[in-house]
T-cell receptor
Framework: GENVEQHPSTLSVQEGDSAVIKCTYS??????FPWYKQELGKRPQLIID?????GEKKDQRIAVTLNKTAKHFSLHITETQPEDSAVYFC?????????????FGKGTKLSVKP | GAVVSQHPSRVICKSGTSVKIECRSL??????MFWYRQFPKQSLMLMAT?????????EQGVEKDKFLINHASLTLSTLTVTSAHPEDSSFYIC???????????FGPGTRLTVL
């Protein structure tokens, strides 16, 4: 089945710097890759997603890139702010998304220091 | 985005009792709902996929007789943890799929503590 690896597990940056989180997946049939932000004790919130027919997507300070050949995708946050501090999860939808279920990476705890 | 609610938000129970958790899609019809379990400082682990009107599909290692899932309507799925034990203490989160086959909307989660 699908396996999603996420790195790093923790990331500390200074306010204003950029943060990059990387994920790899194993199932070449996966075609949907969302990123979720989860604050302590709360539900995951979708922050950006990308589908396999697109190589890059940007939404203000957040961008995601996808390399289908290498089977990896990355989250880029620019001009980080303290409120960006949270745990970020990448995910992949296997079976070409036909079943809708997501396989999550283990998460990255991002700390943005003011 | 679409709204998913869960009830209760927190529950404390004695070992050996059963606990029911409800997951509702408030403003959309969810033909598919997913149940996840999240231990402290860990990722979300998919437990089962619940389709309205049919039996749930459980992930490997998840006991279907212990975690009973019912998806009786397009807006309600329930997870019952039977004969709960302390090791079942966790954060249980549901999600529903609206519209396309991918985008999932998560409930706020239920914190289960088994004494």
């Amino acid at each position: 089945g699908e396996n999603v690896e996420q790195h790093p597990s923790t990331l500390s940056v200074q306010e204003g710097d950029s943060a990059v989180i990387k994920c790899t997946y194993s199932d070449s049939a996966s075609n949907y890759f969302p990123w979720y932000k989860q604050e302590l004790g709360k539900r995951p919130q979708l922050i950006i997603d990308i589908r396999s027919n697109v190589g890059e997507k940007k939404d203000q300070r957040i961008a995601v890139t996808l390399n289908k050949t290498a089977k990896h995708f990355s989250l880029h946050i620019t001009e980080t702010q303290p409120e960006d501090s949270a745990v970020y999860f990448c995910a992949a939808s296997p079976y070409g998304g036909s079943q809708g279920n997501l396989i999550f990476g283990k998460g990255t705890k991002l700390s943005v220091k003011p | 985005g679409a709204v998913v609610s869960q009830h209760p938000s927190r529950v404390i129970c004695k070992s050996g009792t059963s606990v029911k958790i409800e997951c509702r899609s408030l403003d959309f019809q969810a033909t598919t709902m997913f149940w996840y379990r999240q231990f402290p400082k860990q990722s979300l682990m998919l437990m089962a996929t619940s389709n309205e009107g049919s039996k749930a599909t459980y992930e490997q290692g998840v006991e279907k007789d212990k975690f009973l899932i019912n998806h009786a309507s397009l807006t309600l799925s329930t997870l019952t943890v039977t004969s709960a034990h302390p090791e079942d203490s966790s954060f249980y989160i549901c999600s529903g799929v609206a519209g396309g086959p991918h985008e999932q909307f998560f409930g706020p989660g239920t914190r289960l503590t088994v004494l």
